[in-house]
């Protein structure tokens, strides 16, 4: 005798919480996310189908199979998630559970989801992250992004949070968590095709606006360097 899963029909979609890693192509065009774990090697975007991980041709989330997004149903669990040391730079997702889904005692693993919010946390000195820079790592044609205030951006690879809402689409919203005060500016370079775009709530703009004021004080730093060679090469001379 083959046992059966009680059937559900919400009136609508649940909700679920998950922890993930934020990811640009190697154009800089498009933005996306990356699971931490079971199907970490295959990015997915902000309104997407699951597909098996093994290659297998049935539709997840079977039965039998691991395969499927997965996420938790509270919020605190997956908040707890991000206290790893391997997960320090992943972002929190809030989602909407669409399609065929399996119930547990923990969360759902389903077929397909919607992206509503990406909370993103504090910079590793713990300031209140501006951006979004290069991890320094990352999967085939995409960079794994990790939050950074002003001050350790350096000269990584950067987009700021309503960037890369704006490079996902699908009605992506951006959160930024608050952290500690700002570190000193002076290591964000310049960088093409992020300003600030209408439409935008509040926190978004906040961040642009910390982003470009975080630019000004490092092209004033560079003017301020090249003022101090002209000057000493004067005096060499």
Do not use: N
């Amino acid at each position: 005798m083959r046992l059966r899963l009680p059937a559900e029909h919400p009136a609508e979609p649940p909700t679920g919480y998950k922890i993930a890693r934020p990811v640009l192509s190697h154009d800089g065009a498009r933005a996306a996310f990356t699971g931490v774990s079971l199907g970490g090697a295959l990015p997915y975007r902000v309104l997407d189908d699951a597909s098996c991980v093994y290659g297998r041709r049935h539709r997840p989330p079977a039965r039998l199979c691991d395969c499927g997004f997965h996420c938790v149903h509270d919020r605190t669990t997956a908040e707890a998630l991000l206290c790893t040391t391997e997960h320090r730079g992943a972002v929190l997702l809030e989602v909407r559970v669409l399609g065929a889904y399996i119930r547990f005692e923990r969360g759902f693993r389903y077929a397909r989801q919607r992206v509503r919010t990406a909370t993103v946390g504090p910079c590793d000195c713990g300031a209140a992250a501006v951006g979004l820079v290069d991890a320094g790592w990352g999967r085939p044609g995409w960079r794994v992004l990790t939050p950074a205030c002003a001050g350790c951006t350096g000269g990584r690879t950067s987009v700021s949070p309503a960037g890369f809402a704006r490079l996902a689409g699908d009605g992506l919203r951006m959160i930024a968590a608050p952290g500690g005060p700002t570190g000193p500016g002076g290591g964000l370079p310049p960088e093409t095709g992020l300003t600030v775009h209408t439409g935008l709530g509040v926190p978004e703009l906040v961040a642009e606006a910390a982003l470009l004021q975080a630019r000004l004080d490092w092209f004033q730093t560079q003017l301020a360097r090249l003022g101090e060679r002209g000057v000493g090469g004067l005096e060499q001379g």
